[in-house]
């Protein structure tokens, strides 16, 4: 039986596209919102909720690790006076910090009706992308974003 090589003369093209399509680069998962249909989270998504996951801990909650979560929660109810103000920014500036995806170039904290608000100027490091977070620790309702 003779052999013959048929694969020589097989030529193979590249599937060429318009637009390369971009790669996810952070993928989560949460059950915030039951809107969704499944549970997955990408990039700037991803990255809000975990800030969010961070100032909901209050600090002392994490074991083993005192020092970790906001202070916001246990000065609520206190006047908010030039030194609350620079304890809490420091705080989240140091929470903001925490996450290496994501920095704060500027934090702005006001009083709001019936607790505090929190205006944060975040830069997303990957993608180098500017974006303004707003949370309100409300004394009735808890954490809102807005």
């Known amino acids: ?7 020589n003369n ?24 039951p809107n969704t249909e499944n549970f997955k989270l990408f990039d700037f998504e991803l990255i809000k909720q975990d800030l969010i996951n961070l100032f909901n801990t209050r600090r002392g909650e994490r074991l083993m690790n005192p020092e970790f979560g906001t202070v916001i929660w246990d000065i609520l109810f206190e006047p908010l006076t030039d030194e609350v103000k620079y304890t809490i920014t ?18 702005i904290v006001t009083a709001y009706e019936t607790g505090i608000q929190i205006q944060c100027n975040l830069t997303y490091l990957p993608y180098n992308i500017q974006q303004a977070l707003q949370l309100r620790f409300d004394q009735a309702n808890g954490l809102l974003i807005a």
């Not at 996450?99 to 704060?104: F, I």
């Open 10 to 33: 097989i030529t193979l093209t590249a599937a060429s596209r318009k637009s390369p399509v971009p790669a996810q680069t952070y993928v989560g998962f949460s059950t915030v919102n």
């Open 1 to 7: 039986m003779a052999s013959t090589k048929l694969y």
């Open 90 to 107: 420091e705080n989240v500036n140091a929470i903001i910090n925490y996450d290496p995806r994501v920095r704060a170039s500027e934090v």
